[in-house]
Every structure is written in C-alpha cells, then in structure tokens.
C-alpha cells in the first residue's frame, strides 16, 4: 500500500467559474508546492484541459487522474473520474448530446478556455458548462461505468448542487459507496461511506494542502497502476 496526498476535484479555466490563472500548468505548478500527488481535473461537463495537464503533471512528478463533474438533470453534481485520459475523452464525447445548448455570456459567467501544454488558448466552449444535463442521476451513474469510471456525489455538505440538499438522503439506487466532503468533520453525512475531502478549487490558493492521505494498494512509481487502484477503491469504498 502506498499513501497518496490528494485533491481530487479541481476546476480549470475551462470552467466558466474558475479564474483565468486556472491553468494546466498553473494547477500542476500549485499542486507541487502543496506537497501533493495525485491530482484529478474536474471541469464542469468537460474534459478538454486533462491533455495539456497530463503533460503539465509530468513536469512535476503528480500523477494526473482526468475527469469530470457532471451536473445531472436533477442539478446534482457528480464527480466522475476515469483510469485513462482516453476514457475521459470518450466520455465528453458521449454526453454531448445531453448537452443543454445555452450560449455562454462571457461577459457574465466568464470564458470557457482549452488550452495546450503551454498556456496557450486554442480554443472555448461557446456553451454555457454547467448547466445540467439531461442525464438522471441512475443513467449518468451507468455511463461513468461503461467507460471503466467512477463517480460519487460531490460536495455533499454544500446546499448548492449537493445531492443530500435536492434528494434528502443517498437514494438506493445508483449505489454510491463514496462521497465527497469539503469538510472531513462532516463525515458522518456519508452514513459510513468511504469520504474523499477535496477542494473544488476555482482558484489556485484554494486547492488542497496535504491533509489525510488515501492508500491505495500501487507503487507511485506507476501512474498506470495508481489510476487502476483509484478507480477500484471508489468503485468498491473501503473494505
């Protein structure tokens, strides 16, 4: 077993609400002054900066976990997390049809960036992200997991988006046997889940510091095989 300093839910400059200084190599370079090692993107409804940050992470030894917060048609919001960044990719594709077409106000939300392995801007989303899909929470649940993923509630100690502040409690079906927490204090809102404490950083001074590692049963000297454990253990929660 190996112990991984984490944050597994971390927004860029792709996401209309993260700061412009959300890049790939700006989240890589901050993530490394925190002292971490595994790092999931997670923008809003896409996946098109996890490229440029899989390379940014190399530069400085994290392992880069790409992914997603999906908003579901009840406007829960799901963490979704994928063992390949080709799987990530994929992923994007096949929810674009439950995309809803909003046109994105720059002027109000903000810009929707894809950037490259430099910082440079290549291109924008010219929808507005995050508003919900038309995905159900048990059918977004299924995707995930026909693309070899994981996804969890996120933020369940948030009112905003949280799924015990829409639903009420964790519904039988999907079965989540992991949940994310801003707060570790909060864990017993996870009624004996597994937790994963991430920030949801939009800026870079709010993503995590060390904190409460997660093992999982890889070397860190293999990405592949990390990745491979992640997705297992929030599949399966803690045995």
Not at 113 to 130: C, S, Y
Not at 154 to 174: K, M, T, V
Not at 218 to 234: N, T
Request: negative net charge; charged residues 25%; contains cysteine.
């Amino acid at each position: 077993m190996s112990a991984f300093t984490y944050d597994l839910h971390v927004h860029s400059c792709l996401s209309p609400c993260g700061d412009d200084d959300m890049t790939p190599c700006n989240i890589a370079g901050m993530a490394h002054l925190n002292g971490l090692e595994l790092v999931a993107l997670t923008d809003h409804n896409a996946s098109r900066n996890c490229p440029a940050f899989f390379r940014a992470c190399a530069e400085y030894g994290i392992i880069p976990v790409a992914g997603m917060e999906l908003t579901t048609a009840e406007d829960i919001h799901l963490v979704c997390l994928f063992e390949t960044l080709e799987a990530a990719l994929s992923f994007e594709e096949a929810i674009q049809p439950h995309r809803m077409q909003i046109r994105n106000r720059k002027g109000i939300y903000g810009e929707q960036r894809i950037l490259n392995e430099r910082d440079e801007v290549i291109g924008e989303d010219p929808w507005f992200l995050p508003a919900a899909t038309s995905l159900d929470l048990e059918t977004a649940a299924r995707l995930v997991d026909a693309y070899g993923g994981a996804c969890y509630p996120a933020h369940i100690d948030r009112e905003a988006n949280g799924l015990l502040a829409i639903l009420g409690a964790f519904p039988p079906e999907p079965v989540f046997r992991c949940a994310e927490l801003r707060e570790a204090e909060h864990a017993a809102l996870a009624e004996g889940r597994t937790t994963v404490v991430s920030s949801d950083a939009h800026r870079l001074w709010e993503l995590k510091e060390g904190g409460t590692p997660l093992e999982l049963d890889a070397p860190k000297e293999d990405p592949e095989a990390v990745r491979h454990a992640l997705i297992a253990y929030l599949k399966r929660g803690a045995e």
